[in-house]
T-cell receptor, first 112, second 114 residues
Framework: QKEVEQNSGPLSVPEGAIASLNCTYSDRGSQSFFWYRQYSGKSPELIMFIYSNGDKEDGRFTAQLNKASQYVSLLIRDSQPSDSATYLCAVKGGNNFNKFYFGSGTKLNVKP | DADVTQTPRNRITKTGKRIMLECSQTKGHDRMYWYRQDPGLGLRLIYYSFDVKDINKGEISDGYSVSRQAQAKFSLSLESAIPNQTALYFC?????????????FGAGSRLTVL
């Protein structure tokens, strides 16, 4: 079982819609959760991180964490074509406290 | 200039050759990492270092070695490159003093082994 699982997509949404990206993780002791965006051929860049159960909002982005269900999600409101990219979920902590584990990413296409 | 600089950005080599990928950072971070990225497999950790005297294996260290020459420099070596080491390699840094301890990535080094 992979440490971090994501649906590879592609997820297609129309411009202006809400995109919902999901991630599950296996280590119940995980403590820190990150969302990175990666454009094709480029390096990952941090969108946001979350530590506590519930929602965390930053502009058009909202991260949601449910530790009981071992589930973290990213919502993108008012999706723009420039949001088209691969979104990587990363998890840190737990049994391997100092390591980051990445999912394989979900490709998002926002259609004009 | 980029905070995390990787060289070379692209390299094509032949099976059996020794290759070194270099990473330097100006962020003053103590922690440095090497990841490889393959289509459909995400980012996998090769080695990581929390200071100059600390080197740790990641998930896929076989066939690789590293050297932390200084706090700002962390190099990855392939002693005898093989075709399945063809991948995109990323160096990353993080700072234990930062509460978030997020990773900052370099631009990547694309390696092709023929």
């Amino acid at each position: 079982q992979k440490e971090v699982e994501q649906n590879s997509g592609p997820l297609s949404v129309p411009e202006g819609a809400i995109a919902s990206l999901n991630c599950t993780y296996s280590d119940r002791g995980s403590q820190s959760f990150f969302w990175y965006r990666q454009y094709s051929g480029k390096s990952p860049e941090l969108i946001m991180f979350i530590y506590s159960n519930g929602d965390k909002e930053d502009g058009r982005f909202t991260a949601q964490l449910n530790k009981a269900s071992q589930y973290v999600s990213l919502l993108i409101r008012d999706s723009q074509p420039s949001d088209s990219a691969t979104y990587l979920c990363a998890v840190k902590g737990g049994n391997n406290f100092n390591k980051f584990y990445f999912g394989s990413g979900t490709k998002l296409n926002v259609k004009p | 200039d980029a905070d995390v600089t990787q060289t070379p950005r692209n390299r094509i080599t032949k099976t059996g050759k020794r290759i070194m990928l270099e990473c330097s950072q100006t962020k003053g971070h103590d922690r440095m990492y090497w990841y490889r990225q393959d289509p459909g497999l995400g980012l996998r950790l090769i080695y990581y270092s929390f200071d100059v005297k600390d080197i740790n294996k990641g998930e896929i260290s076989d066939g690789y070695s590293v050297s932390r020459q200084a706090q700002a420099k962390f190099s990855l070596s392939l002693e005898s490159a093989i075709p399945n080491q063809t991948a995109l390699y990323f160096c990353a840094t993080s700072d234990k003093r930062s509460g978030a301890n997020v990773l900052t990535f370099g631009a990547g080094s694309r390696l092709t082994v023929l």
